[in-house]
């Protein structure tokens, strides 16, 4: 099994930033993207960002310029700096993994999801 670990949610004022971190564990052969995403209440799950093998990164529109998506290859790790946060970035923030197991399956994986609050 694939195990996805988050942390670096919180309560932070507008226009602040916050750091979130996570990183996979498990029956890893080869993670072929990392990413992240985002559920408010009452609303979808949605991309924020995804990071694939080959350094190709995609953003959504909402976030573009604010957030940085940076990936850790020899730890596992993808991380999602958020810098110049709104209200409406209040979220559950999820991380999200595809990865090839060591039996050649290949798929999805989630973590538990940090809650991330803008408010002042």
């Known amino acids: 099994q694939v195990q996805l670990a988050e942390s670096g949610g919180g309560l932070v004022q507008p226009g602040g930033s916050l750091r979130l971190s996570c990183a996979a564990s498990?029956?890893?052969?080869?993670?072929?993207?990392m990413g992240w995403y985002r559920q408010a209440p009452g609303k979808q799950r949605e991309l924020v960002a995804v990071d694939s093998s080959g350094s190709t990164t995609n953003y959504a529109d909402a976030v573009k310029g604010r957030f940085t998506i940076s990936r850790d290859n020899a730890k596992n790790t993808v991380y999602l700096e958020m810098n110049s946060l709104k209200p409406e970035d209040t979220a559950v923030y999820f991380c999200n993994a595809r990865v090839t197991r060591s039996s050649g399956y290949t798929g999805n994986y989630w973590g538990q999801g940090t809650q991330v609050t803008v408010s002042s």
């Open positions: 498990g029956n890893i052969f080869k993670i072929n993207a």
